[in-house]
């Protein structure tokens, strides 16, 4: 036993993510992880080193997401709306999560190029769970992960041609579900443009400067809010679009005598640029909210609201020192 954990224990992070992309919960996925490789473990007479270690850990992964999803299949909102707080999606620090990259672009198909690169992102994450348990399983097997239809067929236990079917239709189905406007993958902190926009964001909101905010934000820009979150006190997530209104919908905090006085800590989640958000209450700027930022064509085209909870995940304290 203590030979087969020191061999699985490298996989262990990346099957994690693995199972995040396959359920849309990190909890869950944290439970079917040890259900992997307790099967693993059951089954490693079987083992023949055909494949890779990695890939039959991978194999015995995404079946087990499979059996999860069939005995518990989820209910999506019918509504047109963003599901990214409809789940039990979080955000992830990027530094957390390096195994979260998608495999080089040069080993991808050139319809899978654009998929690979978003998978990093809660949009992608979101947008997958409205694929079929299959279709979800044999795209991140092709797209994200790289395999071939033959090791896809084997590991799901079907032919190649279904895998490409599948693969086919849920790339297409994926799209409706995307925002218009996407960001491509971006390691490290950003590029420069985007960094640039975030600093004159934190700058424009710890200002209350809305002229500058307003300049900042895109015509279309959507904003959303978790329950809890970002002082949206309400049992269900919210959701608002267009300039005009998000500046409405932020106006109490940023004008008059009662404007919220914010502190701003910068960071990174799901390959997205994130905002640690506290105020000051009772003299103790306490934790508000997490906010992550898509940026597109050098302006903030979503704002991405989680609650105060999130900030721990990052490292961040419940009030600043």
Same mark, same amino acid.
């Given at each position: 036993?203590?030979?087969?954990?020191?061999?699985?224990?490298?996989?262990?992070?990346?099957?994690?993510?693995?199972?995040?992309?396959?359920?849309?919960?990190?909890?869950?996925?944290e439970d079917l992880v040890q !259900?992997?490789?307790?099967?693993?473990?059951?089954?490693?007479?079987?083992?023949?080193?055909?494949?890779?270690?990695?890939?039959?850990?991978?194999?015995?992964?995404?079946?087990?997401?499979?059996?999860?999803? !069939?005995?518990?299949?989820?209910?999506?909102?019918?509504?047109?709306?963003?599901?990214?707080?409809?789940?039990?999606?979080?955000?992830? /620090?990027?530094?957390?999560?390096?195994?979260?990259?998608?495999?080089?672009?040069?080993?991808?198909? /050139?319809?899978?190029?654009?998929?690979?690169? !978003?998978?990093?992102?809660?949009?992608?994450?979101?947008?997958?769970?409205?694929?079929?348990p299959r279709q979800r399983a044999?795209?991140?097997?092709?797209?994200?992960?790289?395999?071939?239809?033959?090791?896809?067929?084997?590991?799901?236990?079907?032919?190649?041609?279904?895998?490409?079917?599948?693969?086919?239709?849920?790339?297409?189905?994926?799209?409706?579900?995307?925002?218009?406007?996407?960001?491509?993958?971006?390691?490290?902190?950003?590029?420069? !443009?985007?960094?640039?926009?975030?600093?004159?964001?934190? &700058?424009?909101?710890?200002?209350?400067?809305?002229?500058?905010?307003?300049?900042?934000?895109?015509?279309?820009?959507?904003?959303?809010?978790?329950?809890?979150?970002?002082?949206?006190?309400? /049992?269900? /997530?919210?959701?608002?679009?267009?300039?005009? &209104?998000?500046?409405?919908?932020?106006?109490?905090?940023?004008?008059?005598?009662?404007?919220?006085?914010?502190?701003?800590?910068?960071?990174?989640?799901?390959?997205?640029?994130?905002?640690?958000?506290?105020?000051?209450?009772?003299?103790?700027?306490?934790a508000f909210a997490l906010n992550?930022?898509?940026?597109?064509?050098?302006?903030?085209?979503?704002?991405?609201?989680?609650?105060?909870?999130?900030?721990?995940?990052?490292?961040?304290?419940?009030?600043?020192?």
């Open positions: 036993m203590t030979d087969f954990a020191t061999e699985t224990e490298p996989y262990r992070h990346e099957l994690r993510v693995h199972c995040y992309r396959m359920l849309g919960s990190f909890d869950e996925a !259900e992997t490789l307790l099967r693993a473990w059951r089954g490693r007479s079987t083992y023949e080193g055909r494949a890779s270690l990695r890939a039959w850990l991978y194999r015995i992964a995404t079946n087990v997401c499979l059996d999860h999803l !069939e005995a518990h299949p989820r209910v999506l909102p019918t509504l047109d709306l963003p599901v990214t707080h409809d789940s039990d999606l979080a955000p992830r /620090p990027d530094v957390a999560v390096p195994w979260l990259r998608p495999v080089p672009d040069s080993l991808l198909e /050139p319809d899978a190029v654009v998929v690979a690169r !978003e998978t990093v992102e809660l949009a992608f994450l979101a947008a997958i769970q409205h694929l079929s044999a795209l991140v097997l092709r797209d994200v992960l790289g395999w071939s239809a033959r090791e896809t067929a084997t590991a799901l236990g079907t032919t190649p041609a279904a895998v490409n079917s599948n693969v086919l239709r849920a790339r297409a189905e994926l799209q409706e579900h995307l925002p218009a406007q996407r960001t491509e993958w971006a390691s490290g902190s950003g590029n420069e !443009e985007e960094r640039a926009v975030v600093a004159k964001y934190v &700058s424009a909101l710890v200002d209350h400067d809305e002229a500058a905010l307003s300049e900042l934000l895109r015509e279309d820009v959507r904003c959303s809010h978790a329950p809890g979150a970002g002082g949206h006190m309400g /049992p269900e /997530p919210m959701w608002y679009a267009g300039r005009a &209104s998000v500046l409405e919908g932020w106006a109490p905090a940023l004008r008059g005598d009662d404007k919220v006085d914010f502190r701003v800590r910068e960071t990174r989640a799901n390959g997205l640029p994130a905002l640690a958000t506290y105020v000051r209450i009772d003299g103790e700027f306490r992550t930022l898509r940026i597109h064509g050098g302006k903030v085209a979503e704002v991405t609201t989680f609650g105060p909870e999130s900030l721990s995940v990052f490292g961040f304290p419940a009030v600043l020192s």
